[in-house]
């Protein structure tokens, strides 16, 4: 029995693993630890075994190491020893194991990447700093937080990008993050009594969120779980909750008198499951053709929803339907989708056999007389037509699912993905899997030159044949 101490992240599990490869150790041979007090057999190991890692024949699939990454920072106690389990049985003739998902190691790797996942969510959405001045008189800002999980470092950078230009701090009972505007220094865990309170941006901040709330969507219960009750205490905004539900009748009969008939979602759209009629594609492209949930339909000739069967193994998701699908009502006729035809068929894909739809289900363009010139839908947009496309995923459920553009991307994967970092990866979401981007064939058709579009043709036939083998 090999017995490993004091394992605390994915980089030092990741190296401990590497080495227990290398000496063929079965996972029942191992015993993970995160008590740094305990002893580690891997003192006595030999300097020529750790060196010889780096010659190891194994190679793993990247989904499993990015699902690593994420379950790595999951409370579980056994997660080092489910991952190298995982580990060993797809570098021991069972390469292709994360496709099975009725596999009990792998659907407890994917709940616990979900659970992570949404930690990470949660924790981008909740956190609130405090201005607060250090002892020079700098203006630096606070923040405290406790998530279910040990994600600082997955959200870190998130806050880093969207927080560039001011000195923060993020506090958790785990670790903590300090951002210098150059780079993220990770520290210690904080306690609650360490969180600093009571300055100004707290009120700017319940004002404001006064000025956002909206009535309508109310939901007690659902509010109580998707922003757990436990972090109201470090978002000062949630004191104005009571007063804004006293409110909430009035300020719903003049949103609609100023709002008649205005719909925020396609959920007010979505046709209702029966007994005798259950939900599938054909009842969502008839109710999508009533769809008014944004201003596109007033434009547009018609509602382009997704085509294919129902039980295609591939799903691909583009941005929006272009001239020609908007007056032939099929997403993917007009050039964009002839070249996309070439693609899949370069591929070793038969179109026939995809579900293929958009993001946004109607044509949104700029008007030049004989001509009506595409234009891109709004953050607004995508999200008012979101519950058709999760609707269509959710029915057919695919193996596979590949975004073509940045725009079905950032609706896969959330407004962080970047198509020129992120291209032709695997990544697991909660639609599939098996999730990847490549270009958007109108990017591909938009090139400068002809060398830059056959170089991206290349790429997204790369793209594709890996998706499906």
């Not at 609707?391 to 950032?410: K, M, N, R, W, Y």
């Amino acid at each position: 029995m090999i017995n490993i101490a004091d394992i605390k992240t994915f980089e030092q599990w990741r190296d401990a693993a590497r080495t227990l490869l290398a000496l063929e150790t079965a996972p029942p041979d191992v015993h993970f630890s995160t008590d740094s007090s305990q002893p580690s057999l891997f003192d006595d190991i030999p300097a020529k075994v750790v060196t010889s890692v780096k010659t190891s024949p194994y190679t793993v699939p990247p989904l499993f190491l990015e699902l690593a990454r994420q379950v790595a920072c999951h409370r579980r106690g056994d997660r080092w020893h489910l991952l190298y389990r995982i580990l060993w049985r797809l570098t021991h003739g069972e390469s292709h194991l994360l496709r099975m998902i009725t596999d009990e190691d792998v659907h407890l790797l994917f709940e616990m990447q979900k659970s992570v996942s949404r930690d990470v969510h949660k924790m981008k959405a909740f956190v609130r700093f405090r201005k607060m001045e250090d002892p020079s008189g700098r203006e630096v800002f606070i923040a405290w937080h406790r998530p279910d999980h040990r994600i600082i470092r997955l959200a870190a950078p998130f806050f880093a990008r969207r927080f560039k230009a001011m000195d923060w701090t993020i506090l958790t009972p785990d670790e903590s993050v300090n951002w210098d505007q150059q780079e993220l220094m990770y520290g210690p865990g904080a306690t609650a009594a360490e969180d600093p309170s009571g300055d100004a941006l707290e009120e700017l901040w319940k004002t404001y969120y006064a000025s956002i709330f909206n009535p309508a969507r109310v939901k007690v219960a659902m509010m109580k779980r998707e922003m757990p009750v436990r972090y109201w205490a470090t978002m000062p905004e949630t004191e104005l909750i009571p007063r804004l539900l006293e409110q909430a009748p009035s300020r719903v009969e003049k949103m609609i008198a100023k709002y008649e008939g205005f719909a925020e979602t396609a959920a007010n759209f979505m046709p209702t499951s029966t007994d005798e009629r259950p939900l599938d594609i054909e009842s969502l492209r008839q109710a999508a053709a009533c769809c008014k949930a944004c201003d596109l339909h007033r434009h547009a000739t018609q509602t382009v929803f997704g085509v294919g069967p129902k039980t295609a193994r591939v799903v691909i998701v583009g941005e929006q339907p272009g001239d020609q699908e908007d007056l032939q009502g099929q997403p993917f006729v007009g050039p964009a989708g002839e070249l996309l035809n070439f693609l899949l068929n370069e591929s070793g894909i038969n179109r026939d056999e995809v579900y293929v739809t958009n993001a946004v289900k109607h044509f949104k363009y700029i008007d030049r007389g004989k001509h009506r010139l595409h234009k891109k839908p709004n953050a607004r947009e995508i999200y008012a037509c979101r519950p058709w496309l999760e609707a269509e995923l959710s029915l057919i459920q695919p193996d596979i699912l590949v975004c073509l553009g940045a725009t079905a991307a950032q609706a896969i994967f959330g407004r962080d993905f970047r198509i020129t970092d992120g291209r032709g990866k695997f990544q697991a979401t909660e639609w599939c899997r098996r999730t990847m981007a490549t270009w958007h064939p109108a990017a591909i058709l938009r090139a400068q030159d002809i060398q830059r579009q056959t170089e991206m043709k290349q790429q997204c036939i790369s793209d594709l044949r890996t998706a499906v083998n």
